[in-house]
């Protein structure tokens, strides 16, 4: 399993991570990108995703202006 972050608090809700990897992305109803099965700690939501999805979110990252998505090992 590969862990995905997302600082959330500074997503100004531009959809690419939405666009391009929809399984794990979707716009909540503040209009900012929501990590699905995340866990909230302290502002930075942490989830768990697939070796097999990792294609999607490394351009879901690459595409995030606003460098707020990381992957780690």
């Known amino acids: 399993m590969i862990t995905v972050t997302h600082n959330r608090s500074k997503c100004i809700g531009c959809r690419q991570c939405v666009s391009v990897c929809p399984e794990y992305w979707y716009i909540d109803d503040d209009g900012k990108a929501m990590l699905r099965n995340s866990t909230d700690k302290k502002g930075i939501f942490v989830g768990k995703i697939d070796e097999e999805d990792k294609k999607c979110m490394q ?6 202006p606003v460098h707020i998505i990381n992957i780690e090992k």
């Open 59 to 64: 351009e879901a990252e690459k595409l995030c």
